[in-house]
């Protein structure tokens, strides 16, 4: 939805604003490609916590009358809907991307990309591709800075789901965790490998445990 999208790009405009790194070579978004989307998806959680959500939240005539418990409820059950579908369509992406990018002198000439997507997509994402379609044609992705990287997607959400628990632990409005998120995160820019920032930032290596969570499985 418009909330969720509008939370996600504003993650990149802040990681830019953010910055403090002397270069613009390695400024806000010009980090690894595979963590990028780590600052915008971990914006998007804050969609579906009760504080921020009430903050946001109001009625079009009456500004002061907020969403109800009951219903700001619902939504957050609602989060993990058809979630496996989504991450499936994630690692369907990623691989089409990878395929179509890692093909060969001899290979390159004779590959069809609509035959490639069907395959790919009805044995991963378990759902057949509409017959005489090409959607790869509009996949644009693939030729616009994430070559070979659409997996970056789904691999940065592990890093912000990570990044996130801190935030559930000690509070998502917390404004000292705010402060600290900004300045191992945001700031750095591409001055410093993605990874470390998020061991600092963590105190601990990262793993897929709170993404594992944060997508349902457990």
């Not at 644009?140 to 632990?169: P, Q, T």
């Not at 897929?208 to 944060?214: C, D, M, T, Y």
Request: aromatic share 12%; hydrophobic share 35%; proline share 3%.
């Amino acid at each position: 939805n418009a909330e969720y999208m509008g939370f996600h790009e504003f993650g990149h405009v802040m990681h830019n604003i953010c910055t403090e790194a002397e270069v613009s070579y390695f400024s806000g978004t010009s980090v690894e490609r595979d963590f990028v989307e780590a600052p915008s998806q971990m914006l998007e959680n804050w969609c579906y916590e009760i504080e921020p959500l009430e903050l946001m939240s109001g009625h079009y005539i009456n500004k002061d009358e907020h969403l109800p418990s009951e219903l700001l409820q619902a939504m957050i059950k609602a989060k993990n809907v058809d979630t496996g579908l989504l991450n499936l369509r994630q690692v369907f992406f990623g691989s089409f991307d990878m395929a179509v990018h890692t093909l060969t002198n001899e290979t390159v000439a004779s590959i069809n990309t609509q035959e490639l997507w069907s395959k790919l997509r009805h044995e991963i994402s378990l759902i057949p591709q509409q017959q005489d379609t090409n959607p790869s044609g509009s996949f644009g992705h693939i030729m616009s800075g994430y070559m070979a990287g659409y997996y970056g997607y789904l691999y940065s959400e592990v890093f912000s789901a990570d990044l996130f628990s801190h935030f559930k632990n000690i509070g998502v409005m917390d404004k000292g965790l705010g402060e600290k998120y900004r300045k191992c995160i945001l700031a750095p820019g591409g001055t410093q490998d993605g990874g470390e920032m998020v061991r600092t930032f963590l105190g601990r290596e990262p793993n897929q445990e709170n993404f594992l969570r944060h997508i349902g499985v457990f």
